[in-house]
């Protein structure tokens, strides 16, 4: 199975709701002007105290969601949105951005620490 795997289809963007959630993803840092230095990351759990990997690094960088070897990037990491069966990247857990019932889904967070929720239509 690759990264994206056969998936339901979203009902926006008439895409897979992964590459939907992966458009979501990348529009904080395309619609609102971002400093270069501003880093967006990721926070889940219940009290979003658990980092899950930054939006806007390099594929690089091993704290980012786009370095596939690093935890964050993998789709086998513990931490990782792009784990099918974790706690974070699953359509059934209560913290994944997947489930469009979860209650407490994953944050967007820059270093001033604005926040922008991560949906699932």
Known sequence: MTLFGRDKMCAICSLSVKYCILLILSL????FPVNAQTELSIYGGKNHDQFLGCINCSDQNIKSIWCIYGDFGSTHGPKS????????????????PYNPLAKYPPLIIDEKRKITRIFYY
Request: proline residues 5%.
């Open 28 to 31: 904080p840092g395309l619609l």
């Open 81 to 96: 949105i792009w784990n099918e069966q974790g706690m974070f990247g699953s359509k059934r857990s209560q913290f994944s």
